[in-house]
């Protein structure tokens, strides 16, 4: 039972173009939403994340959506460049699960962005 | 100090063999995170630390064998491993406050011959 989707394995953009990174989740208890970067050979990176009672959060190029009522998030990368190509990961969490202090997040199973020159 | 440094990198053990995983962070994060991950697949959790004390075990098999020493180590004790078990094994750490998501190591690639 996957909780958090991710239904495209891959996205190729060219530079300069806008990204969009799609995840689905079906657990209603999820209340933090945070996208994770990682290159071949290399762990998981924290990107930007977004509390349930946001609709949107910007850091730079990077923009994520929430659309609680669709159980929807995306994430945008404007202008998208040759380095962020890597696999992007959504991630959720319930903090209530386990009192804020220490958490666990469910994983989807990754998109692999390729930008173009 | 804003990493997690996971040794070793690779390692390859054999079925009867006993082995350690080592996970260190100076960044005085309190909670501290074993995931599993195979190829195409998310990562999945194993264990969580608070406080140096086992929080979260997510049902996983004896064989796996979690310890945090002190607040900057976590080690992950192997034995009898079977081929399934080959894996990426990363270790993460936490802040108490959420809003960083969890700090990464560069994982150990582990595989049981």
């Known amino acids: 039972d996957q909780q958090v989707k991710q239904n495209s394995p891959s996205l190729s953009v060219q530079e300069g173009r806008i990204s969009i990174l799609n995840c689905d989740y079906t657990n209603s208890m999820f209340d933090y939403f945070l996208w994770y970067k990682k290159y071949p050979a290399e762990g998981p990176t924290f990107l930007i994340s977004i509390s349930s009672i946001k609709d949107k959060n910007e850091d730079g190029r990077f923009t994520v959506f929430l659309n609680k009522s669709a159980k929807h998030l995306s994430l945008h990368i404007v202008p998208s460049q040759p380095g962020d190509s890597a696999v992007y990961f959504c991630?959720?969490?319930?903090?209530?699960?386990?009192?804020?202090?220490?958490?666990?997040?469910?994983f989807g199973k990754g998109t692999l962005l390729t930008v173009n020159p | 100090d804003t990493e997690v440094t996971q040794t070793p990198k690779h390692l390859v053990m054999g079925m009867t063999n006993k082995k350690s995983l080592k996970c260190e962070q100076h960044?005085?994060?309190?909670?501290m995170y074993w995931y599993k991950q195979k190829a195409k697949k998310p990562p999945e959790l194993m264990f969580v630390?608070?406080?140096?004390?086992?929080?979260i075990n997510e049902s996983v098999p004896s064989r796996f064998s979690p310890e945090c020493p002190n607040s900057s180590l976590l080690n992950l004790h192997l034995h009898a491993l079977q081929p399934e078990d080959s894996a990426l094994y990363l270790c993460a750490s936490s802040p108490s406050h959420s809003n960083y998501g969890y700090t990464f190591g560069s994982g150990t690639r582990l595989t049981v011959v």
């Open positions: 630390y608070s406080y140096e004390k086992l929080s």
């Open positions: 991630a959720a969490s319930d903090l209530q699960y386990s009192g804020g202090s220490n958490y666990k997040l469910t």
């Open positions: 960044m005085g994060h309190r909670a």
